[in-house]
């Protein structure tokens, strides 16, 4: 791959995927940048503005194979090619097994693996032409798995095994990389509908990592072509102090 890189990221709207998307355009690469939002998709355009690397973005959803496909065409119309995918969107609802609703799991699958695998199918193509890289955005539940939040590890679990399995499979074609954040100081706690659970675990998110150390790593595995490939790169907060 030659720089600057093309970079196609989900969920780029907020947290990690914000700073993701900021971090990447600062250090000179072309990203696009794929959220529901697309108010917040445009900001997101505008305080990139004045950076070395370009910005383009298409509003839509994980779930839907159509807004998939039309956001992967019109990045490789925007920018000529594809380098580099961060299937980033994810979504957890904390909650015991008996209290957590079907509609919770089914989200949970649907965005952060199912959504993973459209994400995946609708590049791998490209990837595979530049000799590309994939970048999974796991979590530390990938490896552990914690309480009120059993089907959540699962969808982080089966993100693991999609990278083991792109690793085996492509392993002289592409670059396989997973990110596994322990708390990140986001909004992603506050999607919980269980607000005893909420209220328990915000203080653990607030006092995580900022969003844009897990940037940062994602930045160096990139940059890292050619002179070696981080597999797997697990993050947790320092709670020294």
């Known amino acids: 791959m030659k720089k600057p890189y093309t970079v196609f990221i989900t969920g780029a709207s907020e947290g990690i995927g914000k700073s993701i998307s900021k971090m990447l355009c600062r250090n000179g690469h072309n990203v696009f940048a794929f959220a529901r939002s697309e108010d917040k998709l445009q900001d997101l355009k505008t305080s990139c503005s004045n950076m070395s690397g370009n910005l383009a973005f298409f509003a839509g959803d994980v779930t839907s194979n159509d807004d998939i496909q039309k956001a992967s065409k019109l990045c490789l119309t925007g920018f000529g090619k594809l380098d580099i995918l961060i299937p980033n969107a994810g979504v957890g609802y904390f909650n015991p097994l008996h209290q957590g609703t079907i509609e919770e799991w089914e989200a949970m699958i649907d965005v952060n693996v199912t959504g993973v695998l459209r994400t995946i ?12 890289h994939i970048i999974n955005i796991g979590s ?56 005893a659970l909420k209220a328990q675990y915000k203080p653990t998110f607030d006092s995580g990592m900022e969003p844009d150390f897990i940037a940062n790593a ?21 709670r020294r102090n």
């Open 121 to 132: 199918h609708a590049t791998l193509p490209h990837l595979v032409k530049s000799k590309g």
């Open 218 to 238: 994602v930045l160096q595995a990139i940059e890292a072509n050619g002179s070696g490939i981080y597999s797997e790169i697990t993050l947790r907060p320092d």
């Open 140 to 195: 530390v539940a990938a490896r552990n798995i914690f309480p009120n939040s059993g089907v959540y590890c699962a969808t982080k679990h089966a993100v693991l095994a999609i990278s083991e399995s792109l690793k085996i499979e492509f392993q002289d074609v592409l670059a396989i990389t997973t990110i596994n954040p322990g708390s990140v100081d986001t909004s992603f706690i506050d999607k919980t509908n269980n607000e």
